[in-house]
């Protein structure tokens, strides 16, 4: 069973950079076919895809948050990281890391309240 | 990008009733379309994929059906636990793109 958890800092200020890190268990973000991805939930709206790692390290991203963001992985400690930065009260979400085995998000982590306020 | 407008966005149901959600995508997306539920501190699980193929351990009441711009996703014989938030999802075209969610509640 793959299990994820999401870390990183509940509050920020804004213009500050959000690094949370995704600890995946029970399965390698080496192996391959896998995309390890970052999804934000705004409550009251819907689930946004923020990007995904491959396992080569070829990364996608929404288009929408691409000239903010960076998902980078580090297979020595099975985890992969989301960088966004200059945050607003706008990046104020649930952050969730998941595993996308196409066609569909398979394995998520619990997610974490990322509050943007100064 | 592609664009999923799900209806309702509310709607308050009692146990046993059957429910009908519908998702409409802004283009074609063949049937690369999934269904996720989401229930309060819980993360989103994965109930259909390719719009009507079951995901492994989903109750058999859940099912889905459509292709092209249209789909739905019928809950026969609702239950008490159903209560939660679905989402519709598209992986046909980058970005990945989700429906605004539609929020069951349980009388």
């Known amino acids: 069973q793959v299990r994820l958890q999401e870390s990183g800092p509940g509050l920020m200020k804004p213009s500050q950079t959000l690094s949370l890190t995704c600890t995946v268990s029970g399965g390698s973000i080496s192996s391959g076919g896998y995309y390890w991805t970052w999804i934000r939930h705004h409550p009251g709206k819907g689930l946004e895809w923020i990007g995904y790692?491959?396992?080569?390290?070829?990364?996608f991203y929404n288009p929408s948050l691409k000239s903010r963001t960076i998902i980078s992985g580090d297979t020595s400690k099975n985890v992969f990281s989301l960088s966004l930065s200059s945050v607003t009260a706008a990046d104020t979400a649930i952050y969730y890391c998941?595993?996308?085995?196409?066609?569909?998000?398979?394995?998520w982590g619990p997610g974490i309240r990322v509050t943007v306020s100064s | 990008e592609i664009v999923l407008t799900q209806s309702p966005d509310f709607q308050s149901v009692t146990p046993k009733e059957n429910v009908t959600i519908t998702c409409r995508a802004s283009q074609s997306v063949d049937s690369s379309l999934s269904w996720y539920q989401l229930k309060p501190h819980q993360s989103p699980k994965v109930l259909i994929k390719f719009a009507s193929e079951s995901f492994s351990g989903v109750p058999s009441r859940f099912s889905g059906s459509g292709s092209g711009t249209d789909f739905t996703l019928t809950i026969n014989s609702l239950e008490a636990e159903d209560a939660a938030t679905y989402f519709c999802h598209q992986n046909r075209f980058l970005p990945h793109t989700f429906g605004q969610g539609t929020k069951l509640e349980i009388k």
């Open positions: 790692l491959y396992d080569k390290g070829d990364t």
């Open positions: 998941a595993r996308y085995d196409s066609p569909q998000f398979d394995f």
